[in-house]
C-alpha cells in the first residue's frame, strides 16, 4: 500500500494540468441558424455553434490559454478572430496577437493566448461569410479581492438596457441556493427562462438574447425560495 501511494499522488497531480485544458477548450461546429443566434436573419444563413450553443457569446480572460477545436468545420467556413462584428471578406480585421491557427477549418484547432492589453470586446467569425460567429468579452483576472462574496441575494442592472442583440443580468448570492431567473413579457407571460436550478455562491452572469422577441420592455424575475428580486429591461428593435 505504502508503495501505491506515492503513484496515486503522481497520476493525480498529471490529471490536474489537463482538467484544467479541458475547461478552456471549446468544440466549434456549424450548423444552420436558428432564433437563438444573434445574427439569425442576418449575413450567412448558416452560423457557428459552440459546444452545442448557437452564437454563443464566451468570455475569455486575459493571460489565460484557449483552444477552438473544429469539428468537422467545411473548408469554406474558416474560423478566426477578429475585432470585426460582421467578418468575412478575406478575414476582414483579423486579430492575430497571441493567436495560432487563424483561419482553422476541418478538424484543426486554433488557440488564443490572450494578451493582457487584448480589447474588451473581440469577435469569432468565418473569413468568407459575414455573421457566422459572435462576441469574445475579454476580461480582466480576478483578484482575491474581487472573490469577496455577496452579502444578500440580489439581481444586478442589465447591460446594456435598453438593448438590441442581447443584454446581460448578474445574480449575485451568498450562498449557493436555488435559484429561477423568468423572463416576462407586459403582459406577465413567460417568454424565456434564463436558469432553473442551484447556483454556486458568488457572482453568476446570464445573458438574454433578443432572438425571436418582439421589441418592448420585459420583467426579468429572480426567485431564491421566498426572496424575489426584478428588473425591467427593454429590447429596441
Known sequence: MSRCYPILVLLLLLALPAAHAQENTFTVTVA???SDHPYNGQGWPEGYVIDG???????????ETYTFQ???????????ISTSASGGD???SAYDD??????????????????MDAPDLLWYQCMNH?????QLVITNPVSNEDEAQPLAFRLDAAYPNPFGDATRLTVALPESRSVSVVVFDEAGRRVRVLHDGPLAAGTTALDLRAGSLAGGVYIVRATAGEEVREQRVMLVR
Open 70 to 80: 473544429m469539428s468537422n468545420v467545411a473548408a469554406l467556413h474558416p474560423f478566426y
Open 130 to 134: 459575414g455573421q457566422m460567429g459572435w
Open 90 to 92: 478575406g478575414g476582414a
Open 32 to 34: 444552420t441558424k436558428t
Open 98 to 115: 497571441g493567436v495560432t491557427g487563424n483561419g482553422a477549418s476541418g478538424n484543426a484547432a486554433l488557440t488564443f493566448e490572450v494578451p
Open 53 to 63: 450553443d448557437q452564437g454563443a457569446e464566451l468570455t475569455l480572460v486575459r493571460g
